[in-house]
């Protein structure tokens, strides 16, 4: 039978232990007692719950039940008009109040217990003062695989000889799926370290160190999205302020080269070389216009030719452990336009 469909039910049961039941009201709460069992149980288990209520040392219910017990009072003596429904609702006002009254005295139980079991296994008082420590703020990870998070420390660059500084600038129409291919990238590359700053709507920025080898092989895995971007801009840093070569157009392979030179002077001129070279392909795509124009610059012949030549991830891979020796550091920034 369920109980919360039949409330009157719970009213016979609780006004039956407490003797509030006619004698044949009182009969017929035994017929029901014996011929449902569900009955029976919610009997034994409201008589079991008294007996402990009865136990229990006397304590003063909290005034805001008190408060509103006298409210409640004050309610049925005013309000004569409605004596009929509120007769029919004396059961379960009676009910509440009993939910109530148990309520606070379990309380005042827990409270008792609480204390006696402190005085039980409590430390002992010492003259060591009580030191209040205030919980740690909590600090947002930083968007980086699991197995990136062994604290790289991304400090200032001081051997800017050995370590090339760049910043790549890359922006695209479709920026929420490139940019998703970008961090997952990040996030399943062995060989490089990261952090990511998306603080701003339509904008990423990456942060990555790594080695020339681990710089070939993100680019690799770059270049099968490169036609995504409608811009691309490599900034390769020097010592000199204002001097930092500016290469547009830039494409994968041509930033794996800059960065395989261990010098700034050679990627400095190596950046200059294909600055020029990308600002005459843009000037004249034709194949022969362009053939001419490089045997018209001996210098630029002597360019190495380019290691990342597709798409293909298995044109450069980076080597076990390659991370470990930091010898790039570069910015990435993705940015979406409309």
């Keep these: ?24 009201e009182r009969s017929e709460v035994q017929r029901l007692v014996r011929e449902n069992h569900t009955i029976a149980q919610r009997l034994r288990q409201l008589e079991r719950c008294k007996a402990l ?3 229990l040392p006397p304590a003063e219910p909290p005034a805001e039940v008190v408060a509103g017990i006298k409210e409640l009072l004050r309610n049925h003596s005013a309000d004569t008009s409605k004596s009929k429904h509120i007769e029919s609702r004396r059961g379960a006002r009676h009910l509440f109040v009993r939910h109530v009254l148990a309520a606070s005295i379990i309380i005042g139980l827990v409270g008792i217990m609480g ?10 008082e010492t003259a060591t003062p009580i030191v209040v420590f205030n919980p740690a703020p909590t600090v947002k990870p930083a968007v980086m695989p699991v197995e990136t998070k062994k604290a790289v420390a991304v400090a200032a660059v001081e051997d800017t000889t ?7 600038q890359l922006q695209t129409a479709d920026f929420t799926a490139v940019d998703a291919y970008v961090n997952k990238l990040l996030e399943e590359s062995p060989w490089l370290r990261y952090e990511a700053t998306k603080d701003q709507p339509g904008k990423s920025a990456y942060r990555i160190l790594c080695s020339r080898g681990g710089l070939e092989a993100m680019m690799s895995d770059l270049a099968t999205v490169w036609s995504k971007f409608d811009s691309t801009t490599l900034i390769v840093r020097t010592d000199n302020v204002g001097q930092d070569v500016t290469v547009a157009s830039v494409k994968p392979e041509q930033v794996a080269d800059i960065a395989r030179q261990d010098t700034i002077d050679k990627r400095v001129k190596l950046a200059n070389n294909f600055a020029m070279l990308n600002r005459v392909e843009q000037i004249t795509p034709d194949e022969k216009m362009l053939a001419a124009t490089e045997r018209s610059m001996p210098e630029l012949t002597t360019i190495p030719k380019p290691v990342l030549t597709s798409g293909d991830k298995n044109a450069a891979t980076a080597p076990k452990g390659a ?3 930091v010898q790039v550091d570069l910015n990435i920034v993705v940015t979406g336009h409309k």
């Design 53 to 55: 209520v009865s136990s």
């Design 115 to 124: 204390a006696v079991v402190y005085r039980i296994v409590g430390p002992e």
């Design 323 to 325: 991370w470990d020796q």
């Design 1 to 24: 039978m369920n109980f919360e469909q039949n409330p009157k039910i719970e009213e016979l049961l609780n006004s039956y232990i407490d003797d509030e039941l006619s004698a044949d």
């Design 162 to 168: 050995g370590i090339g500084l760049y910043s790549l």
